[in-house]
């Protein structure tokens, strides 16, 4: 499984696996369809909600790894 990073796009994230949905909803960002969603970077994405960044991507990757 590829390694998240702050300079993926959402759409990126969730074309690598899906499930990761669920983890966007816990921080607030539901806007997966919309169209930053596949123009932001994560880290621009993060700014905007006013979620740290760093503590996403790794979320991210440990759910990852969780799953195998």
Known sequence: M???TKQ???GDVL???NSTAG???EFGMACLSCPYATSESL???SAAHGVDANV???KLND???QKG
């Open 63 to 65: 759910y990852l790894a």
């Open 23 to 25: 983890v966007f909803m």
């Open 2 to 4: 590829a390694n998240i």
């Open 8 to 10: 993926m796009s959402i």
């Open 43 to 45: 880290e621009q994405a």
């Open 15 to 17: 074309r690598l696996d």
């Open 56 to 58: 996403l991507v790794q």
